[in-house]
């Protein structure tokens, strides 16, 4: 079981950028699929973008030429930098580490996009 943290949500303008992060607690962290989602009022949950073990990193439409997903392995952090954000990014984005065994999932930090 890895423990997982998110931050540096908050309140933004259309147009603007935040980075989050996602803190986890566990050795293993580099042995983890690590993944983003959101969920906004009245949505499912969906996923935002991917990086795997080995770097490879997998975006929904939604997210292409603005997100980016990374991770530091020597920090045991993943991120995610959200440029030219937009009202409907408005969410609260969670922070997920998949492995073949477990599937665990932080708290989640809001973002609100709003001029």
């Known amino acids: 079981q890895v423990q997982l943290v998110e931050s540096g949500g908050g309140l933004v303008q259309p147009g603007g950028s935040l980075r989050l992060s996602c803190g986890a607690s566990a050795g293993t962290f580099s042995t983890y699929t690590m993944n983003w989602y959101r969920q906004a009022p009245g949505k499912q949950r969906e996923l935002v973008a991917t990086v795997s073990t080995t770097g490879t990193t997998y975006y929904e439409e939604f997210a292409k030429g603005r997100f980016t997903i990374s991770r530091d392995n020597a920090k045991n952090t993943v991120y995610l930098q959200m440029n030219s954000l937009k009202p409907e990014d408005t969410a609260v984005y969670f922070c997920?580490?998949?492995?073949?065994?477990?599937?665990?999932w932080g708290q989640g930090t809001q973002v609100t996009v709003s001029s």
């Open positions: 997920n580490a998949r492995s073949w065994f477990s599937s665990n």
